[in-house]
């Protein structure tokens, strides 16, 4: 026999589980009718569904087709005992809670009742009105309890499942932005280096002194700083400088340009000397380049303190400057800036090995010097002559690509992209002649 109401809130002002309100289902047995009808009554009005049963296999049966959340039993029942079928509930059923009703003072049958069904509470007959109902409403405060624990363990679980989702994704996320943002830096240093090569090709334009000058002095340098054991950082600024150290000298004039050094009239030679401050002023709106600035700007600064343009002595001078100075010199004195003839390579080196302590610093030449005497003859790395339909991109220079005004529009080792090709491409075809690439072997592929 069954009895729903409409549900209400719990007592002592716990409310039903939100969203859905759960309905406690209460089984009460007794092979007495009278007892099962008076504990009907006794749950009226409190919202809680009451189903009861005059037998145990017929409370078994009854829960089969629904489970309860409070069964309440006699103890002294015919066929199964109280015992009996709170221990097959405990069995089949155990979230139900169980409460055994007895009348007896047989402690033994009480006992064993207890340890087989694992009850919850057992109340002596005749009962107590406020005992049964506060009984009910302790196990449905601790099994609504329950349920939320329950609810919010799943909850966490699944939270948890996505943290870790979202956490696996965010870190392919990072990865991606981080490979990305590598590449990017990659190419905006390439760009940066390029931009510095394009612009000192366009210096080399005015001709005279500056053709072929500033690649030449990268090589000594490079070698040069190397060797001397400078960081990543000192070789990068050297490495500009060396390129740009003569950008003040585009202030100078065609006529200036032309003529060495040592034949310039005095106010020639006032006005040659002011480059390496054009220089440094030229870098000057660039947050990164004052370092390269100020080698440039103290690239003619002496050893003795007699340089310009100011006058600097010793240590004084920036280390890169000081490696500028020699690499500067000696390609001068090679290719006749410096005075009116070209000097050979054994006479340049000995000049610059007299100007050792007094022009130069002491260390600097040493290394200098040694670096050159080591200098072994470059093999030319093997190559094929390519024609330009042919370039694909990954193939690399072998040698410099130089225009037919000997300005160096790619550098030797230059990496071919799919844009830079199709650039040569146009260049050939407005030019109207056929053009060849030198490639290095091991780069070149059909």
């Not at 003072?105 to 406020?130: C, F, L, M, Q």
């Not at 870790?164 to 240093?189: I, P």
């Amino acid at each position: 026999m069954l009895d729903s109401e409409v549900p209400a809130p719990l007592a002592d002002g716990l409310a039903a589980e939100p969203p859905a309100a759960h309905v406690y289902r209460v089984m009460c047995v007794d092979d007495e009718p009278n007892i099962v009808a008076a504990l009907r009554r006794l749950f009226r009005g409190t919202g809680y569904s009451v189903v009861t049963a005059t037998s145990g296999a017929e409370a078994l049966e009854l829960m089969a087709q629904q489970p309860v959340d409070l069964l309440i039993s006699d103890m002294r029942m015919p066929g199964m005992d109280g015992a009996q079928l709170l221990e097959q509930v405990r069995s089949r059923w155990p979230d139900t809670v169980r409460v055994l009703l007895t009348g007896y003072a047989d402690i033994k049958s009480t006992i064993a009742a207890i340890n087989s069904g694992e009850v919850y509470r057992y109340i002596t007959k005749p009962w107590d009105d406020a005992e049964i109902l506060g009984t009910a409403r302790q196990v449905f405060e601790r099994q609504a309890l329950e349920r939320e624990k329950h609810r919010l363990e799943a909850l966490l679980q699944v939270k948890n499942a996505e943290l870790l989702a979202l956490n696996s994704s965010l870190e392919e996320k990072v990865q991606a932005r981080t490979s990305e943002l590598s590449l990017l830096t990659q190419k905006l240093k390439k760009n940066y280096l390029t931009s510095i090569k394009v612009f000192s090709n366009l210096m080399e334009w005015r001709g005279g002194s500056l053709s072929g000058h500033a690649r030449r002095v990268v090589d000594l340098t490079r070698r040069t700083g190397r060797s001397m054991g400078l960081v990543e950082a000192e070789q990068q600024d050297l490495f500009i400088a060396s390129l740009m150290h003569d950008i003040g000298q585009i202030s100078l004039s065609d006529h200036i340009l032309a003529r060495p050094v040592g034949r310039l009239t005095e106010d020639e030679l006032v006005l040659y000397r002011k480059h390496p401050v054009l220089g440094e002023q030229a870098l000057m709106p660039l947050e990164d380049m004052q370092g390269v600035a100020a080698l440039i700007r103290s690239h003619h600064e002496r050893h003795d303190g007699h340089g310009y343009p100011d006058g600097l002595v010793g240590d004084a001078i920036p280390v890169g400057a000081r490696i500028l100075a020699v690499a500067d010199t000696y390609d001068d004195l090679l290719h006749g800036h410096l005075s009116s003839g070209n000097l050979g390579a054994a006479d340049a080196r000995a000049m610059i090995a007299r100007g050792r302590g007094t022009q130069f610093h002491p260390e600097v030449v040493d290394v200098f010097l040694q670096v050159l005497l080591e200098a072994a003859v470059a093999v030319e790395a093997p190559s094929v002559m390519t024609d330009i339909k042919d370039l694909r991109s990954g193939m690399a220079l072998a040698t410099d690509l130089v225009s037919a005004e000997g300005v160096v529009l790619l550098a030797a080792d230059h990496v071919l992209s799919a844009d830079l090709i199709r650039r040569i491409q146009l260049r050939e075809g407005r030019e109207g002649m056929p053009l060849k690439l030198p490639i290095k072997k091991s780069s070149w592929r059909p």
